[in-house]
């Protein structure tokens, strides 16, 4: 099995501060930045783009980046992102006429390349493609905001979804995003995740200035 990772999301983080925040989480011991791309139309909100992620490249972050596209049309925006130094582009089939095509293009460019499939979506998607496929990510809340509530039903999906990956012998990450708490993330890692977004969770201590307030949040997850 690969290492487990924890991947604080920055939609919660402090956007006036956020090469901060950034370095302050992976002090902390978290190990890839979760970054939402919401594009107001294929989800119902706005965020931030690929000057972002360079502006986080510049600053010093070495980490990997792990891009989560909530966008649609999804293809034209791939190379910008892997320009900007993404490590991880995945993306939801629903925003993509050519789903293969699509991990080609991520590939292409020199990143990982996963799927993200939300509450309602089924993993046949991944049939024909797992060849093709580094991460799988599982939507445990509907795509849009922070601070939603952990769907039960995700944890027998991702019993469905880590079969799969074991049947295929690759190495492929099985992450996890939405409501994941220091309080149900044993679950959801013995339902078969490794990979474990926290957003609120995480960013939700507070705006004050002490660099070292996720070290106890990051150590409980
Ligand atoms: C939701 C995003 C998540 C979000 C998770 O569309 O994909 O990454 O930041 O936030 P929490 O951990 O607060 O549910
Ligand atoms: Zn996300």
């Known amino acids: 099995a690969l290492p487990d990772l924890i991947a604080p999301s920055i939609l919660s983080a402090d956007f006036a501060r956020l090469g901060e925040e950034v370095d302050n989480v992976l002090r902390a011991g978290a190990d890839i930045v979760h970054f939402d791309v919401m594009d107001n139309h294929y989800v119902p909100n706005l965020t931030i783009g690929p000057l972002v992620c360079e502006a986080l490249r510049k600053h010093g972050v070495t980490a990997p980046i792990d891009v989560h596209l909530m966008v649609k049309p999804v293809d034209r925006i791939i190379p910008d992102f892997a320009k900007a130094g993404a490590s991880y582009i995945t993306f939801h089939p629903e925003a993509s006429e050519h789903i293969d095509r699509t991990l080609q293009l991520i590939k292409a460019e020199g990143c990982k390349a996963g799927l993200v499939f939300n509450p309602a979506t089924p993993l046949s998607h991944l049939d024909y493609v797992m060849d093709k496929v580094d991460m799988i990510l599982l939507m445990s809340v509907n795509p849009g905001f922070g601070g939603q509530k952990f769907i039960p039903a995700t944890l027998d999906k991702l019993r469905e979804a880590r079969q799969r ?3 295929s ?19 959801i890692k013995a339902a078969g995740a490794d990979t474990f977004v926290a957003g609120s969770a995480i960013f939700g201590a507070g705006r004050d200035e002490d660099p070292n307030r996720y070290d106890s949040i990051v150590a409980a997850m």
């Open 165 to 167: 990956i074991d049947a």
């Open 169 to 187: 012998g690759r190495e492929i990450r099985l992450e996890i995003d939405g409501g994941v708490k220091a309080d149900n993330i044993r679950e």
